[in-house]
């Protein structure tokens, strides 16, 4: 990970963006359940008109994000400012609802991806690269150069600390080491290889990608990767504030929710106001890793390959890396947590599939795993940051 030198603006990263295009559908509003946070100048507009004011809260519901924010209904359903699926501000909806479906990651440099939870990705209609650098030009260099200087610091800290400990892995090896795993990362012995050489594995510092793909393929496939799939899968239900439970935009547009309760998972229609109807009861341990078809598998790698050139996703191994006290080699540590990815997503697809009625995994079950999936992805904690 290079450094940047504050107040340089590097060319932003688009790759992820290239050649898609998106298009609103109208009536799904799942951008309208993520509790939009104003920007100060914006929270001063929204503060000085009585009808904006009403839909204003002081605090957002993540304890992360700092300032104000819009008012959501019932405290977990959709925004205040949702009237039957349609915007009732959309000319004066904030800067955080009009960048949806893309992000902003800033670490050493900006980089710009896609939100896959969104339907309406890949539908024609708006250039996805032409958007970001709409988007971009109205952050402003000043804040650019701000919020990089800050982040380059934070990754400049960490690669100080993991060279410190002997840990350091350059970008380009576990990146490169990941797209040649692509069939590890697909299937059950594989995946039970990599979370071996994640948790035992010897790996020398900077070592070239093709060092740490021998080790992986030499490790012993110990872990069952269908049990630990079952317990990570139904842990990610295991909330107790609903706000903060994934959402999955089914095909009909419902928005659906999934919790742990009671040793059940229980799916819920999520209202507008908030309100939920039970529509489903599963016994967890009646979910398993769906076999994958040869498109399905294909649909997955390409899934991880995104995942995998995220820079957010970096920030995120160097996050964990960190908090495990520099114990591991960065190398294990990024390749466990790509695997750990991937056995989640092909749960949380085999998940819908099942209840689709479905006892495999193409193309279009990947699909929907990812619309169910990615939102989450996209909120894992990091170094670096969104803005
Ligand atoms: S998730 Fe995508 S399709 Fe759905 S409302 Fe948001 S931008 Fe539109
Ligand atoms: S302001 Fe409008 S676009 Fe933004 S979350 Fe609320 S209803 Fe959705």
């Given at each position: 990970?290079?450094?940047?030198?504050?107040?340089?603006?590097?060319?932003?990263?688009?790759?992820e963006l290239?050649?898609r295009?998106y298009?609103c559908?109208?009536?799904c509003?799942l951008c309208?359940l993520c509790?939009?946070?104003?920007?100060?100048?914006?929270?001063?507009?929204?503060?000085?008109?009585?009808?904006?004011?009403?839909?204003?809260?002081?605090?957002?519901?993540?304890?992360?994000?700092?300032?104000?924010?819009?008012?959501?209904?019932?405290?977990?359903?959709?925004?205040?400012?949702?009237?039957?699926?349609?915007?009732?501000?959309?000319?004066?909806?904030?800067?955080f609802c009009?960048t949806f479906p893309l992000n902003v990651f800033?670490?050493?440099?900006?980089?710009l991806n896609a939100n896959l939870s969104c339907r309406g990705l890949d539908?024609?209609?708006?250039?996805l690269?032409?958007l970001g650098?709409?988007l971009?030009?109205?952050?402003?260099?000043?804040?650019?150069?701000?919020?990089?200087?800050?982040?380059?610091?934070?990754?400049?800290?960490?690669?100080?600390?993991?060279?410190?400990?002997?840990?350091?892995?350059?970008?380009?090896?576990?990146?490169?080491?990941?797209?040649?795993?692509?069939?590890?990362?697909?299937?059950?012995?594989?995946?039970?290889?990599?979370?071996?050489?994640?948790?035992?594995?010897?790996?020398?510092?900077?070592?070239?990608?093709?060092?740490?793909?021998?080790?992986?393929?030499?490790?012993?496939?110990?872990?069952?990767?269908?049990?630990?799939?079952?317990?990570?899968?139904?842990?990610?239900?295991?909330?107790?504030?609903?706000?903060?439970?994934?959402v999955?935009v089914?095909?009909?547009?419902?928005?659906?929710?999934?919790?742990?309760?009671?040793?059940?998972?229980?799916?819920?229609?999520?209202?507008?106001?908030?309100?939920?109807?039970?529509?489903?009861?599963?016994?967890?341990?009646?979910?398993?890793?769906?076999?994958?078809?040869?498109?399905?598998?294909?649909?997955?790698?390409?899934?991880?390959?995104i995942?995998?050139?995220r820079?957010c996703?970096?920030?995120?191994?160097?996050?964990?890396?960190?908090?495990?006290?520099?114990?591991?080699?960065?190398?294990?540590?990024?390749?466990?947590?790509?695997?750990?990815?991937?056995?989640?997503?092909?749960?949380?697809?085999?998940?819908?599939?099942?209840?689709?009625?479905?006892?495999?995994?193409?193309?279009?079950?990947?699909?929907?795993?990812v619309i169910f999936f990615d939102m989450d992805m996209l909120d894992?904690?990091?170094?670096?940051?969104f803005?």
């Amino acid at each position: 990970m290079a450094s940047e030198r504050a107040g340089v603006i590097p060319k932003p990263d688009l790759t992820e963006l290239e050649g898609r295009t998106y298009s609103c559908i109208e009536g799904c509003a799942l951008c309208c359940l993520c509790q939009p946070e104003l920007l100060p100048n914006e929270e001063r507009v929204f503060n000085g008109d009585p009808d904006l004011r009403r839909g204003v809260v002081s605090a957002h519901i993540s304890p992360d994000v700092r300032g104000a924010a819009l008012r959501l209904k019932g405290s977990h359903g959709a925004c205040h400012f949702l009237t039957e699926r349609r915007c009732s501000i959309y000319d004066r909806r904030p800067h955080f609802c009009r960048t949806f479906p893309l992000n902003v990651f800033v670490g050493w440099r900006i980089q710009l991806n896609a939100n896959l939870s969104c339907r309406g990705l890949d539908l024609p209609g708006v250039d996805l690269s032409s958007l970001g650098i709409e988007l971009l030009s109205e952050y402003g260099n000043r804040r650019l150069s701000r919020e990089l200087s800050s982040a380059a610091k934070v990754f400049a800290q960490f690669e100080n600390n993991a060279n410190d400990a002997s840990v350091s892995q350059s970008t380009a090896s576990v990146r490169g080491a990941v797209s040649i795993l692509g069939d590890e990362l697909t299937d059950d012995i594989g995946l039970s290889r990599l979370m071996t050489y994640a948790e035992y594995g010897n790996t020398a510092q900077d070592s070239p990608p093709a060092d740490l793909v021998r080790a992986v393929r030499e490790a012993e496939p110990e872990a069952d990767i269908h049990q630990r799939a079952l317990i990570d899968g139904v842990e990610l239900f295991d909330l107790a504030d609903l706000s903060h439970l994934p959402v999955y935009v089914a095909p009909d547009l419902s928005w659906k929710l999934f919790r742990l309760k009671g040793g059940s998972i229980i799916g819920w229609e999520l209202e507008d106001s908030g309100e939920t109807r039970e529509f489903c009861k599963i016994d967890p341990t009646s979910v398993d890793l769906l076999p994958l078809t040869t498109r399905g598998r294909r649909a997955l790698q390409r899934y991880i390959d995104i995942v995998n050139a995220r820079d957010c996703f970096l920030g995120h191994a160097a996050y964990l890396c960190d908090l495990e006290g520099y114990e591991f080699n960065f190398g294990q540590v990024y390749i466990g947590a790509i695997a750990n990815s991937a056995i989640d997503l092909w749960w949380r697809a085999s998940l819908m599939a099942q209840l689709a009625g479905a006892d495999s995994l193409g193309r279009d079950e990947i699909r929907e795993g990812v619309i169910f999936f990615d939102m989450d992805m996209l909120d894992l904690p990091t170094i670096g940051a969104f803005i």
